[in-house]
Every structure is written in C-alpha cells, then in structure tokens.
C-alpha cells in the first residue's frame, strides 16, 4: 500500500514538474519575444533620430491650442481646399501679406486633414522658421520622410537601407536618396498630402529655395502627392509653382472679431462692461488691422494698458492701419517698453536683445540663466535668475514662450526684421555685451568642477551661441 502510495505521488511529482516545465517555456518563448519586440522597436527608434531630429508636432499643437474656436472656417469651406483635398496630384499656393496668419492656416489645414482621414493617408508638414538650424532641402525631406513611417515600422525599409549604407562612415544621404526614400514611404498610402509653411523663411546656403520646391514637385509628379504651401508674395516662388490653384490668405473681418472676443477679458473694466463699445471696437479693430492678425494683436496690446473710457476711444482712434502700421504698432510697442520703471526697461530691452540678435532659437531656460551671468561672479547667483514669464510681461506683447517647443522667440517676423533695422540705433552696444556675457559664463569658477561642467552646459549651451552668434566679427575686434 505504501508502495503504491509513493508511487502516485512520484507520478503527481513528474506531472507536476511536466506542467512547471511546459510553463517556463512558454514564458521564455513570451519574454523572448518581448525582447525582440522592442529590440526591434529600439532600432526602428534609432534609425528614426539618425534620419532626422526635427520634430514640428510641438509647433503643431502650440499654434492649434492658441487658435480661436471657429476662426479659418472660411478656409476648411473654400472650394479652393476642400477641391484640392478631393483632387490628387494637386498643389494649393496660399500666398499672404506679412502677419495675415498665413502659419495658422498652415496649421488649420493639418489639423483638419488629420481629422478627417484614417491612418491609409500620409500627412506630413514643415514650419518653415528663419532662425531654425540646419533647414536645409535634405532635411526637411527628412523630417517629412520621419512622419510617414515613425509609426509604421514596415514602411521604414528604404530608410534602413539608407542608415545601413551611411551611418559607418558618418555621413548623410544626399536629396535624391531622401526623396527616392520619401517616394518609397508615399507608395504605402492610398493619398499623402504634404504642407510646407512659409516657404518664403527658407533658404538655402546660396539665399535661394530653388532645391527644396524642385524636390517637393518632382516628389509629386512621382507619387501624385497633394501639396500645399503658404508664403509672402515671392515672384521667384510664384514662378515656380505657376500652375499651382491659388488662394490668397487674409485676416478675416470675422476671424478678427473672434479673436477680439477670446480676448475681452484682457482689457480694461470700462470696455469689459460696456456692450456698446464692445461692439465699436470689434468692428474698428477689424478695420485698422486690413486683414493682418498680427496688427490686430499688437493694438489688443496696447489698448489693454488704458484705464478709462475716454483714453481708449481716443486710442482707438488713433490706430495705425494697413502694412505701413506695422512699424508705427511697434513703435508703439516700444514706447510702452521705454514707459516701464528702469528695472523692468532694462529687463526688456536685454530680452530682445539677445532674441533678435540671436542666431538660432533659444529657450527660456538659456535666456533667463544668460541675463543672470554678472562680470566678476564666480558662480550664478540663483536668486538672480528671472522668471519666464517676467521675460514676456515686460516686452509689451513683442514677445511669446511656445510652451511645447520650449523656446522664446519674437512674436512674429515681422518683429525681427523691425529690429534688424532699428537695433544698432536703439542699444549699440548689444553685440559686444552678448559676446562679453558669454564669455564671463564660460569663465564662471563653476567651469572648474568637472562634476558641475555637463549641467552647466545643458542648461545655457553658450561656446554654441557664441559659434553661432552673428556678433562674431565684433567678439575678435574687441578681444582679440
């Protein structure tokens, strides 16, 4: 009996130990496969960052959170969009006077495209932006190639097959690779739109933007692609896309009063209770902009610093209207800069400083450790560092934080080419204090400890702005 007992359970031991074992296996077979899984995952990752770095989803979801709800419906219902969007093989030309909202149109676009179609239609897109580095035709080509196959790794062979000839030796593929690649990628999709946003701030080495257009349409008489693309009115850009349909952007009398309305709560209590006014100052708001929302904006600005009835009637009077009213905005703009108390002057006047003279985009964390830098100091002073949205709040609207993208900028264009042209004779000596500045960071006895180097540099990555700074010709003059 005992026998019989110790050998049931010898029996149960086995099975047990079978079940155990068939168990394991399965589990490894499971791990392994995870493992492969996201081995495969990490090297599609890798492969995607070495064919481009640029990334303008961030821009992307800053320009659509600040949008006004309904504004551009005059846009999404055009029979010029909604019949490109039907129509394969088509490029849509929307040209635009300086701040009509030419990019928001871009964005409107993308967005409602990605609304409306599923994942068998490509969509890629560029914000064109003159300070961004390394904007060169292959990269944009890139960038683009990026967004189709990011997510679909099967599409993503002919880019491997990219990496795998060049990443060795350190190279890059050359515009025919990309766009063979690109081609490859739009293959995949029943239709692939492409919109590439001011088109006019992109240049290439030689000033010109003859090599990306050439790449974008040669693309599309390859794959039928449909392309859209915003600009200022460019003869050079007109004559290349001379059969593209055409639609002309502008600031919309209703888009303006949308927009005016999202910002009511900014003005003064004597407007804010005022139905009538309101009303008045909609409707003159609208008529001074000529269709810009960029001027629409800069007089919101101003008006909001009035304090009764009267002051801002007769303010709203007095606006300056159409292109030419752009300057005189700024002007304006910068009176109330120079109106501020001495600190908060001075403040403002750094900011734009450094912005606009600034070779590349810089992000609030860099600005506000720069402005900190003191000659002399072995170390910077945190209680020293000023907040971001200090850094905003004293440039009287000429200046905005994309949260997304991390970066402070000027508000528009527009902005820098008026400083561009007035800078020298309103702060002469910014070059020369920039590039003093970085060198007294570099100096910082903080540089000594190796421990604290590599955090340094991420946050103000300065022998990089002083590589890149357009003051270079002043830094040898005075310490040469």
């Known amino acids: 009996m005992d026998h019989l007992k110790s050998s049931q359970a010898i029996k149960d031991d086995t099975s047990t130990l079978k079940a155990n074992t068939e168990s394991i296996k399965t589990s490894t077979v499971v791990i392994r496969n995870k493992m492969e899984q996201e081995s495969e995952v990490w090297q599609h990752s890798m492969v995607m960052d070495w064919n ?39 490029t849509l030309f929307c040209p635009g006077i300086p701040g009509a909202g030419k990019t928001f149109v871009a964005a409107t676009a993308i967005d409602y495209l990605q609304h409306i179609h599923d994942r068998n239609v490509g969509i890629g897109y560029v914000f064109c932006q003159y300070k961004l580095d390394d904007q060169s035709a292959e990269n944009i080509i890139a960038a683009i190639i990026k967004q189709l196959i990011g997510n679909r790794p099967s599409f993503a062979e ?31 999709y029943s239709q692939t739109y492409i919109v590439i946003d001011a088109l006019d ?32 009115f460019d ?54 902009a000529g269709g810009m929302f ?48 001495e600190e908060q002057r001075e403040l403002a006047r750094k900011v734009i400083c450094w912005i606009s003279h600034a070779k590349r985009m810089l992000s609030p964390d860099e600005l506000r450790y720069a402005l900190a830098v003191e000659p002399g100091a072995n170390d910077i002073d945190e209680e020293n560092v000023p907040y971001s949205v200090d850094l905003v709040s004293v440039c009287a609207g000429l200046v905005s934080v ?14 820098q080419e008026y400083f561009q042209r007035v800078r020298n004779d309103w702060y002469p000596q910014a070059k ?21 180097l590599p955090s340094r540099l991420a946050k103000c990555d300065y022998l990089n702005i002083l590589e890149k700074m357009e003051s270079s010709h002043a830094f040898r003059a005075h310490f040469s």
């Open 52 to 90: 481009s770095y640029m990334c303008y989803g961030t821009m992307l979801h800053d320009l659509i959170s600040k949008k006004q709800d309904e504004t551009l419906a005059w846009f999404t219902s055009s029979f010029e969009f909604t019949d490109w969007i039907a129509t394969n093989g088509e």
């Open 158 to 188: 002919p880019v491997r097959l990219l990496y795998k000839r060049y990443v060795s030796d350190g190279l890059r593929p050359s515009l025919d690779d990309l766009v063979a690649a690109l081609s490859s990628a739009i293959a995949n």
């Open 201 to 232: 701030e992109w240049k290439d080495k030689n000033g010109s933007n003859n090599r990306l257009i050439r790449a974008l349409l040669e693309i599309q008489a390859q794959a039928k692609i449909n392309l859209m693309i915003t600009s200022r």
């Open 235 to 288: 003869g050079a850009i007109e004559e290349q896309l001379c059969g593209a349909r055409k639609l002309e952007i502008l600031a919309h009398h209703l888009d303006i009063e949308n927009y005016v309305t999202g910002r009511l709560c900014d003005l003064p209590r004597c407007v804010q209770g005022d139905q009538t006014l309101q009303k008045e100052f909609k409707v003159q708001i609208a008529q001074a």
């Open 294 to 341: 960029l001027l629409a904006r800069l007089h919101l600005d101003s008006l909001c610093v009035t304090t009764t009835t009267e002051a801002f009637r007769q303010k709203l009077g007095q606006l300056p209207k159409g292109c030419t009213g752009l300057d005189e905005a700024y002007k304006e703009a910068m009176g109330r800069i120079q109106n501020q108390p």
């Open 402 to 415: 994309d949260e997304e993208s991390n970066i402070i900028r000027l508000v528009h264009y527009t902005t």
């Open 432 to 452: 020369l204090e920039i590039a003093t500045t970085c060198l007294h960071y570099l100096a910082l006895m903080a540089f000594r400890n190796d421990l604290q």
